[in-house]
């Protein structure tokens, strides 16, 4: 995955919820373990918060300027569209 650029734009924060164990959180799960550390590498002052809960339907939150919200289902996302999701919020914040 090429770094996705999160800092420097409207976006303030990204959330991202999941279950430890359902398989509509495989993907982001997938997602966590193969590319939060690249993307932590390319924006390491940026929040990142990641959150494992039993039984909740997986999403991304995303907080922007003047505390805007946007949260999206990532209920059987593949890590790869994961990272689209990603991408798509912090185009939004340009």
């Not at 800092?7 to 939060?36: D, M, P, W």
């Not at 039993?54 to 805007?68: L, N």
Request: with cysteine; aromatic share 6%; charged share 30%.
């Amino acid at each position: 995955m090429a770094s996705i650029k999160l800092a420097g734009t409207a976006l303030r924060e990204l959330r991202i919820h999941l279950c430890q164990k359902s398989a509509a959180s495989q993907g982001v799960r997938n997602f966590i373990e193969k590319e939060y550390v690249s993307l932590k590498k390319a924006n390491p002052e940026f929040p990142i918060l990641i959150r494992e809960a039993s039984g909740i339907v997986p999403r991304v939150f995303a907080r922007y300027e003047h505390g805007v919200e946007r949260a999206v289902s990532l209920e059987d996302a593949s890590a790869e569209k994961v990272s689209a999701t990603l991408r798509d919020l912090a185009a939004k914040a340009n």
